[in-house]
């Protein structure tokens, strides 16, 4: 019997010291005459990125994780010529899709529902025919065949779908407002910025399944009557660019982009625009101006895109994950979708789960679910049994949940009224040794950076936010600190002209909200409770395993730290400057900070 | 008209931008046109940037508007090799700022700047999509991942024997 080797190909399926597995792979079987044995397939990301690197071997559906060399060639001599599957090399949470039969349990695939992901990590990104054997470019054919542009935005508008990109828009929605303009042109443009620190649902999405997107842009192309789509998408994502090109170019040669698409006149094309690392430009009108060349400032709306976007015609942006939903509203219809999910959140979300978490990786599941679903039987709990702190969501427009809401299900309104918002889809779960004033600092740092400086509530504003953080991280802080915060933030999320600014205060007043002992300790006792602000932290030596060598003590630029050879030593701290040289010295490592 | 020189210079420049040129908005491949440049020349120089503005005729003002205000672009020449470390959330929360620290004082350069030698420039970035493996730091396009503090010095102990090879 002939076996068969899925790899997987997602960028972030590297082993710890950056190899890739498939080389190695081919080496192995090489040096063992194994080749003939096996057939080598990639697959992308099964967005089970904390058993990477892994694969997955045919018909069994064996799922090996956490691999190298050694475990490889283990996995060659046994399962591929032995037969035998290596029981000790299993991943410890195996997954489930039609495709991958797993062996044990299967909790992080249990409460998921794949519509936005279905044909990830089952169809070959670079072969189109897969994705056509997976019933692709049939909601194109149908939609063109059977309906009129109406009863394709009335279609959407039923599913009650809502935009994945943050802000909920209902799309049937936007799709309306972006027709009937007596314009000679109009676009559309998927938003494939995803510009979220720690968020890569979009990056997976394109890169296991470009082909969805592309049918999703064409048939809102069809139903707006526009004529060219463009994909903005980040410089960062090679592997997503390539794959999209791909797409295209397939998607070109056989007649399901450009003149005549199916043999009518419906006529429709779509290239790629780059981002160039700046957060802004995935604000929709940024983003506009960015594909025309330009500085990527935000303006005022209205006008909206719909109404008035690149250059001055009317444009329909929709994000990634939007886009990737339409062709399965179009094969299943409206009904079904709107089946799933909440009253006022339609269908499923992709989460991108990280942080102090057992399982990392993409989830999605359908609307509803409560975040400790998502956290304790998907994502497997806290790492190292650690205690629950807060789960931030929305990235830098969002705020961190404690756990008093963790029964919150996630859904547009809900999440809201936890504090926090769905945004594009990040969730870090963080423990009891993550800081909250810090994790504020964190955020505002990253939008204080982003900022474009066009408006000057968020150019001035954020940096002020900025100052008081750092200035109560460094135990500078004084009580008057979280009044002003609370004031200022409020004023720059009214006064700021676009989302960036109106949301850039929004980790610091959930963290005031549901954590504010932890400000009030930086402020009135000097205290870093979870141990990482270090100016707050002091230098000890702990007497059990100190040598006496007195290293430290001749390192020590403020000579504060006394005692005599082969005795233990002790740190003045009143004197201590913090350098930290005497940690570094010390060969035993008797040095801690708390 | 550009010099002669100039023209020899960044033939293949030139013959990029005539191939995603679009007459009826001379701007909107501008962005393509820099990470072209930046890829070939390794960065943008006023030469270059001159040089993309007589060719579009998109004023240098403009351009170099839009070089400054994308992170992406550089001024500046880059070192031989480009380290980045993580700064975005997942790598953050796991320990990032640590790395970032560690290579700091070893290379005794910030963020942004370029060692003597020209072998390394020192840059953050944002979630590259590995957050299982945070905190990450990259060398070129290689992915170090679950990266401790004290792996650092080895890290760039093997690119310097590799640069030394060359
Ligand atoms: C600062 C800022 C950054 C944004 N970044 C993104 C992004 O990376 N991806 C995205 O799809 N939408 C982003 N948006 C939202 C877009 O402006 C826009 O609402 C969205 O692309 C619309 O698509 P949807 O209706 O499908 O959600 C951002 C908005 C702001 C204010
Ligand atoms: S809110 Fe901030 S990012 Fe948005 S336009 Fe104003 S300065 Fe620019
Ligand atoms: S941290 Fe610096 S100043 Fe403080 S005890 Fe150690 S060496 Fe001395
Ligand atoms: S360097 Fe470490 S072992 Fe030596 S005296 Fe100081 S604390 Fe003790
Ligand atoms: S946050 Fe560092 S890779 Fe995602």
Same mark, same amino acid.
């Given at each position: 019997m002939k076996r068969k080797i899925i790899v997987c190909s997602g960028s972030?399926? &590297?082993?710890?010291?950056?190899?890739?597995?498939?080389?190695?792979?081919?080496?192995?079987?090489?040096?063992?005459?194994?080749?003939?044995?096996?057939?080598?397939?990639?697959?992308?990301?099964?967005?089970?990125?904390? *058993?990477?690197?892994? $694969?997955?071997?045919?018909?069994?559906?064996?799922?090996?994780g956490e691999l190298n060399s050694e475990k490889l060639a283990r996995i060659i001599d046994e399962h591929i010529i032995g037969g035998q599957p290596v029981e000790a090399l299993l991943a410890t949470q195996p997954m489930d899709t039609s495709r991958i039969r797993m062996l044990g349990s299967a909790d992080f695939f249990g409460k998921q529902l794949r519509i936005t992901l279905r044909n990830c990590g089952i169809i070959d990104p670079e072969?189109?025919?897969?994705?056509?054997?997976?019933?692709?470019?049939?909601?194109?054919?149908?939609?063109?065949?059977?309906?009129?542009p109406e009863q394709v935005i009335s279609e959407v508008e039923k599913s009650g779908m809502r935009g994945r990109g943050g802000g909920g828009y209902p799309t049937g929605l936007k799709w309306r407002q972006s027709t009937g303009h007596d314009e000679e042109k109009s676009f559309v443009i998927c938003n494939a910025d995803e510009g979220d620190p720690g968020a890569f649902m979009d990056r997976s999405?394109?890169?296991?399944?470009?082909?969805?997107?592309?049918?999703?842009?064409?048939?809102?192309?069809?139903?707006?009557?526009?004529?060219?789509?463009?994909?903005?998408?980040?410089?960062?994502?090679?592997?997503? &660019?390539?794959?999209?090109?791909?797409? &295209?170019?397939?998607?070109r040669k056989r007649g399901l982009l450009g003149k005549s698409i199916f043999g009518t006149n419906f006529n429709f094309d779509i290239d790629?625009?780059?981002?160039?690392?700046?957060?802004?430009?995935?604000?929709?009108?940024?983003? $506009?101006?960015?594909?025309?060349?330009?500085?990527?400032?935000?303006?005022?709306?209205?006008?909206?895109?719909?109404?008035?976007?690149?250059?001055?015609?009317?444009?329909?942006?929709?994000?990634?994950?939007?886009?990737?939903?339409?062709?399965? $509203?179009?094969?299943?219809?409206?009904?079904?979708?709107?089946?799933?999910?909440?009253?006022?959140?339609?269908?499923?979300?992709?989460?991108?789960?990280? =942080?102090?978490?057992?399982?990392?990786?993409?989830?999605?599941?359908?609307?509803?679910?409560?975040?400790?679903? &998502?956290?304790?039987?998907?994502?497997?709990?806290?790492?190292?049994?650690?205690?629950?702190?807060?789960?931030?969501?929305?990235?830098?427009? =969002?705020?961190? $949940?404690?756990?008093?809401?963790?029964?919150t299900p996630v859904d547009y309104e809900s999440l809201m009224k936890a504090g926090s918002i769905m945004g594009s889809g990040g969730m870090i779960v963080m423990d009891e040794d993550t800081c909250m004033v810090d994790v504020a600092k964190f955020f505002l740092t990253f939008t204080q950076d982003e900022s474009c400086g066009k408006c000057t509530p968020c150019r001035e504003g954020t940096k002020r936010l900025l100052e008081i953080l750092t200035r109560i991280t460094e135990g500078k802080g004084v009580p008057e600190d979280l009044q002003k915060l609370e004031h200022l933030g409020k004023t720059v999320k009214r006064a700021s002209l676009c989302g960036l600014g109106q949301s850039a205060p929004n980790p610091i007043l959930s963290t005031l909200q549901n954590f504010r002992e932890e400000y009030e300790a930086h402020i009135n006792e000097k205290r870093c409770p979870a141990g990482v602000c270090s100016a707050l932290l002091n230098y000890y030596v702990d007497p059990d395993k100190c040598v006496g060598c007195t290293l430290c003590a001749k390192v020590c630029p403020v000579k504060c730290i006394s005692g005599e050879p082969k005795k233990t030593h002790v740190i003045d701290t009143s004197i201590c400057i913090k350098c930290g040289e005497c940690k570094k010295k010390c060969p035993v490592k008797a040095i801690y900070r708390k | 008209m550009a010099c002669s020189c100039c023209e020899n210079q960044f033939d293949d420049l030139t013959q990029y931008i005539s191939g995603v040129f679009d007459p009826e908005h001379p701007q909107s491949s501008l962005i393509s046109i820099l990470h072209h440049a930046q890829e070939r020349y390794g960065y943008l120089s006023k030469d270059v940037i001159e040089h993309i503005a007589q060719v579009?005729?998109?004023?240098?003002?403009?351009?170099?508007?839009?070089? @400054?205000?994308? *992170?992406?672009?550089?001024?500046?020449?880059?070192?031989?090799?480009?380290?980045?470390?993580?700064?975005?959330?997942?790598?953050?929360?796991?320990?990032?700022?640590?790395?970032?620290?560690?290579?700091?004082?070893?290379?005794?350069?910030?963020?942004?700047? @370029?060692?003597?030698d020209m072998l390394f420039t020192l840059s953050e970035t944002r979630c590259i999509g590995a957050c299982g493996l945070a905190p990450i730091m990259t060398v070129d396009d290689k992915v170090y991942g679950r990266v401790e503090p004290e792996q650092v010095k080895g890290i760039i102990a093997e690119w310097r024997e590799k640069a030394e090879k060359v």
């Open positions: 972030a399926c &590297i082993d710890p010291g950056g190899k890739r597995l498939e080389p190695e792979l081919r080496r192995i079987l090489g040096d063992k005459n194994a080749f003939d044995l096996v057939e080598i397939e990639e697959a992308v990301c099964y967005g089970h990125c904390g *058993s990477c690197p892994m $694969i997955v071997v045919e018909p069994e559906g064996t799922f090996y072969s189109f025919d897969d994705y056509l054997q997976m019933r692709g470019y049939e909601a194109l054919a149908k939609v063109l065949e059977q309906m009129t999405a394109i890169e296991g399944d470009p082909f969805c997107i592309l049918e999703g842009m064409t048939i809102g192309g069809y139903a707006i009557g526009a004529t060219q789509g463009y994909v903005y998408v980040r410089a960062e994502y090679p592997l997503a &660019i390539k794959r999209l090109r791909y797409a &295209i170019d397939e998607a790629i625009r780059l981002g160039a690392g700046a957060f802004v430009c995935g604000e929709e009108t940024a983003l $506009i101006a960015s594909i025309e060349g330009r500085r990527g400032m935000p303006r005022p709306r209205p006008p909206y895109p719909a109404q008035s976007g690149l250059w001055g015609y009317p444009t329909l942006i929709n994000n990634v994950e939007t886009w990737a939903n339409v062709p399965a $509203i179009f094969l299943n219809g409206a009904d079904w979708f709107a089946g799933i999910g909440t009253e006022k959140s339609k269908g499923t979300k992709v989460f991108a789960l990280a =942080g102090k978490i057992k399982n990392t990786g993409l989830v999605e599941v359908p609307m509803g679910t409560t975040l400790r679903e &998502i956290i304790y039987d998907i994502g497997g709990g806290i790492k190292n049994d650690k205690k629950f702190k807060a789960v931030q969501t929305g990235g830098p427009s =969002g705020g961190c $949940i404690p756990e008093q809401f963790l029964d | 579009t005729e998109v004023p240098a003002a403009e351009i170099y508007g839009v070089v @400054t205000f994308y *992170s992406l672009f550089k001024t500046k020449p880059q070192g031989k090799h480009r380290i980045s470390v993580c700064m975005g959330t997942a790598c953050y929360i796991r320990g990032g700022a640590k790395i970032l620290e560690a290579l700091e004082d070893m290379l005794d350069i910030k963020p942004g700047e @370029t060692t003597e």
